[in-house]
Structure formats: structure tokens, C-alpha cells
């Protein structure tokens, strides 16, 4: 048997350059990355995208901004393909995938503040946030200090979503506050018109 392996990877060269990090193959050549370098094909190609974004900048220090952008976009980039996942294998990248990507990433926005419920409505958890840095946004973090821990995160891979387990599902739902039933106004206004008519029967039996 003869052939050839290959994959392609798609980086940026500059930061402010607006296209996807990416690599496509051939699903026998995508097993390189778990089984020789033991991390998926969306790490290496984030890792290959920010080598390329400062392979002219050493020595210079990353700007507060781009690690804002950089977390913002690899943790909704991140979910955005994790909710693909479960459509298409993740091998299988064809421009169909392609496009409805870009539809599923402009329509998940991250919710910090209601963190439970949000990842309750969509099946995964992020997981690996570092315990240095306190779980908000990261536009709301304000020095590249506190950013910096985990954009590595995000890079090495180590800070990820995954899957929520069943187990983890049932604790997060019994730790949430129970929903409030909401009362309609028209059944309280007609309950309260029956009864006013009951009472002026009531009230006309007892004339009678």
C-alpha cells in the first residue's frame, strides 16, 4: 500500500489579521497529534498561530488588549467547536462544517455571571481555569498580570472545555436556586371575577 500523509496548518502572521488558526488533513495523518505530540489539532494550530503572531517580536512585551482578545476569542472559539463536535466528527472538515461554525461562534456569547446555567443549556464545562486567577471575564480581569496565567492556560491546552458528566450536571442542578413559578395575570383576574360571582349569587340566595 503507498501514498502520502499530510495536514495543513493556517496561522496568522499578525495579530490584528482576522482569519481562524486551523489544521486539515487526512484523519490517519490528524493522529499524529494525540499520539506523537499528545495534544489535539486545535491546540497545535493555536500554539503554530501564536508563534506566528510574535515570531518578530521578541523581547517585546504582549499588550494588555491582545491578551484580552486572545482568552476572549480561544474560550468562545473553544465552545463553538466543542457544540460542533456534536454534530460532526471532528476529522471531517468541510466547508458545510466551516460555515456553520462561524454561525455557532456568533451565536454562543460566554456568560461568567451565570456561569451554572449556561453551561446546564449547553453541555460543557471549562475546565483547568487557573486558581490564581478569579473566574470573570476576561475583559473585566485589567492587568496583563492577571491575564497572563491563563492565556498560557488557554495555549498549553490545560484550561479547556469538555464534556459535562452526568454526575456533574446532577450537582450543579441540585446546588441552583429553584426557578420561581411565575403566575399569569389573566388566571388571577379571571379567579378573581369568579368569585366575585359566586359571591353575588351567594349574596342574591340569600335576598331571596
Not at 521578541?58 to 463553538?80: P, Q
Not at 475546565?127 to 492587568?143: A, H, K, N, R, Y
Request: glycine residues 6%; hydrophobic residues 35%.
Amino acid at each position: 500500500r503507498t501514498g502520502v500523509l499530510a495536514f495543513l496548518t493556517i496561522g496568522r502572521s499578525d495579530v490584528n489579521d482576522t482569519i481562524r488558526p486551523l489544521v486539515v488533513g487526512a484523519p490517519e495523518a490528524m493522529e499524529y497529534f494525540p499520539r506523537v505530540l499528545h495534544t489535539t489539532n486545535e491546540q497545535f494550530a493555536l500554539r503554530f498561530d501564536n508563534w506566528g503572531c510574535n515570531k518578530d517580536a521578541v523581547g517585546v512585551d504582549v499588550s494588555y488588549s491582545r491578551l484580552r482578545r486572545e482568552c476572549t476569542m480561544m474560550i468562545t472559539n473553544g465552545l463553538g467547536k466543542c457544540l460542533l463536535s456534536t454534530i460532526f466528527h471532528p476529522l471531517s472538515l468541510t466547508c458545510l462544517h466551516c460555515i456553520i461554525e462561524r454561525k455557532v461562534n456568533k451565536r454562543v456569547e460566554m456568560r461568567y455571571k451565570d456561569y451554572d446555567r449556561f453551561i446546564l443549556d449547553h453541555g460543557f464545562e471549562l475546565q483547568g481555569w487557573p486558581e490564581s486567577v478569579e473566574f470573570m471575564c476576561p475583559s473585566d480581569l485589567g492587568t496583563v498580570e492577571r491575564l497572563r496565567p491563563l492565556y498560557d492556560a488557554l495555549i498549553s491546552g490545560s484550561c479547556r472545555w469538555e464534556r459535562l458528566t452526568p454526575e456533574k450536571r446532577k450537582e450543579i442542578e441540585a446546588a441552583l436556586p429553584s426557578k420561581p413559578k411565575k403566575t399569569s395575570g389573566k388566571k388571577s383576574g379571571k379567579a378573581a371575577s369568579s368569585k366575585r360571582k359566586r359571591d353575588d349569587n351567594n349574596d342574591d340566595n340569600e335576598v331571596d
